[in-house]
């Protein structure tokens, strides 16, 4: 018997997974049928998920860890046992802002932190505080860009103006010039460069090497409730992630991703991010990335809790949410490693013997302890060269207010 | 109680707004979610905010709720967060509210349920009228194919028709996809019309 699965969606290139797993097959070989909700804003996508619209949905990280905190909106305990993808940002800057900056598109991307100081020097000569788009105030981006930002002394809630609109919107604003720039997951920021409307600042690869992106999130009570539904579905995606890593599989991948009821954007613009081929100014060869959007290899997929703890202490120290020890607890508790390692007990996916790690610690690829296969864990450094210890949030928060 | 409705159509926003006059509200205000409609929505200081739940722009809206004092403590609202029948149907609906926080649920509650039906209603028209307008192009293409039949294999108007008919039925396809066919297959084949 075929079970009946809603699954809601942004057009982002990082739902190919989702997507994958329902025009593949590897959903139906499970006995499932997707239903992929195609959704255009994450408030939308988050109130189908916690009114119960839809099983599961395509979510910021950083958003389910908010909701769940109670901080965006009707309070949910939400679950995220799988991570659909690490990386796959860019931030772009109207090319009059970007003159300010390091001219050789190649040497800025590579060196975030002289960028990131480039940037601030180039804040005072703007016409205007820089208007930067972020797709909502809970997202991987978000938190990115200001903690990007902040390495070079710039308050990202005094020194910019933060605007919030949708991936879909960002490309058209640019072009009314009601924003300078904006950081979004692909094929958007291409969408830009490709327009001849901004060009490649910073990519989320490099300033952190493994940063945490989408997950999938279920309401917590459905998750405990269809362990078998849950588990059967994450066989699937674990099978459509390995798929859609194979560099073979990125031209049908950008295909099927093109789609209107999906991404809709053309083929070429998506297989840029798949391929690691980034334009960063319309006209100019492409600089290779090979990190630049990961879905399957180095257990990509697995929900370390230790991410989600890092991303509590980036909502923390911008002042979103007050610290204590069941607050860090609660957040720490929406990656469900547990059901990941119940669900691919048996599949090919090395499994990590631990559910916490630190985060940024690793330079160059390193082979750890894995209950089964070889696993090795690619480097996660942030571009600042800061780790953070799980166990101690607090010495880490202190890092941040130390004087400059 | 001053309600804003934020809509990209602005064919909804008037049955909307219609609907809510004859119930007796009279303090409406239409605004379009493009350039600074965040700043206006911050002077017009609305009791209650009504935003179809499609638009891109909801996360641009939340963010200015959650940063402005526009609305003191604004709380999304789907009629009645206890009811999951009636959040169901405002979800299908495509209706989301933001309502000032501390007004009354039984005041607010007859503006949603209106919008909820408003919405709805206005879903059908769109959808009879495209309904309409598919039925006029597949009479024309049949019309078309009937016309190929006849003068190419000399049948009169019900002979074409009734060919098209019994094609359709034993490819169990529909009579507008064999006409569509045929028109394909004659125009390749040159045969004018």
């Known amino acids: 018997m075929t079970t009946a699965l809603k699954i809601a969606f942004l057009p982002l290139n990082d739902a190919a997974v989702l997507v994958a797993a329902r025009e593949m097959g590897f959903a139906e070989q499970q006995g499932l049928s997707l239903e992929l909700v195609r959704t255009t804003s994450w408030a939308t996508l988050r109130d189908r998920l916690v009114f119960g619209q839809v099983h599961g949905a395509h979510m910021l990280a950083p958003l389910a860890v908010a909701v769940t905190l109670g901080l965006s909106q009707q309070p949910a305990a939400l679950a995220a046992p799988y991570k659909l993808g690490v990386n796959g940002n860019m931030l772009v800057m109207a090319s009059d802002f970007a003159r300010a900056l390091e001219p050789d598109v190649g040497a800025r991307l590579s060196d975030p932190l002289g960028t990131a100081h480039d940037f601030a020097a180039a804040i005072g000569l703007w016409r205007r505080k820089p208007v930067i788009g972020v797709v909502h105030r809970f997202s991987s981006h978000a938190i990115m860009l200001r903690y990007w930002l902040a390495s070079a002394g710039v308050d990202p809630d005094k020194d910019v103006v933060l605007r919030v609109l949708p991936p879909s919107l960002t490309v058209e604003a640019m072009r009314a010039g009601e924003i300078d720039g904006f950081i979004a997951g692909e094929p958007w920021g291409s969408a830009a460069v490709e327009a001849g409307l901004a060009e490649t600042v910073a990519t989320g690869e490099r300033i952190w090497r493994r940063g945490v992106e989408k997950v999938l999130a279920f309401r917590e009570s459905w998750l405990e409730g269809n362990p078998d539904i849950l588990d059967r579905l994450l066989r699937a995606l674990a099978l459509a992630a390995a798929w859609c890593d194979d560099r073979a599989n990125h031209g049908a991948l950008a295909d099927l991703l093109a789609r209107p009821s999906y991404v809709d954007q053309p083929a070429e613009l998506i297989a840029r991010a798949l391929n690691g081929q980034i334009v960063a100014r319309a006209g100019e060869a492409p600089i290779a990335s090979p990190d630049f959007m990961l879905f399957s290899r180095e257990a990509t997929p697995f929900p370390w809790r230790s991410q989600a703890l890092w991303i509590y202490s980036q909502l923390v120290r911008w002042n979103m949410v007050g610290h204590d020890a069941a607050t860090a607890a609660k957040a720490g508790a929406v990656f469900r490693p547990d059901v990941f390692r119940r669900a691919l007990a048996d599949s090919d996916m090395p499994m990590p013997g631990a559910s916490m790690k630190l985060e940024g610690a690793v330079e160059l690829p390193l082979a750890v302890g894995s209950r089964r296969g070889e696993l090795t864990l690619g480097p996660d450094r942030f571009f600042d060269g800061r780790v953070f210890d799980p166990d101690r949030i607090e010495e880490f928060l202190a890092g941040f207010r130390a004087p400059r | ?193």
């Open chain 2, 1 to 193: 109680m001053r309600i804003v409705i934020i809509d990209d159509s602005g064919l909804r926003a008037t049955v909307l707004e219609e609907g809510l006059r004859e119930a007796g509200y009279d303090d409406i205000h239409i605004v379009p979610p493009r350039g600074a409609f965040v700043a206006r929505l911050e002077r017009m200081a609305p009791d209650v905010v009504l935003m179809d739940l499609g638009s891109p722009s909801r996360d641009t809206l939340e963010e200015m709720l959650t940063v402005s004092r526009a609305l003191a403590k604004p709380i999304a609202m789907f009629v009645d967060q206890s009811d999951e029948a009636m959040i169901g149907a405002a979800i299908d609906a495509g209706v989301s509210a933001y309502v000032v926080d501390g007004l009354r649920k039984e005041r607010v509650k007859p503006v949603l349920e209106l919008a909820v039906r408003r919405f709805n209603a206005f879903a059908k028209i769109q959808a009879e009228l495209e309904e309409a307008r598919t039925a006029l192009s597949d009479r024309k293409i049949i019309d078309r194919a009937k016309s190929i039949l006849m003068n190419q294999r000399s049948l009169s108007e019900q002979d074409a028709y009734a060919l098209l008919r019994s094609t359709a039925m034993n490819q169990g396809k529909k009579i507008v996809d064999v006409a569509q066919a045929l028109i394909t297959a004659s125009e390749l084949l040159g045969g004018g019309l």
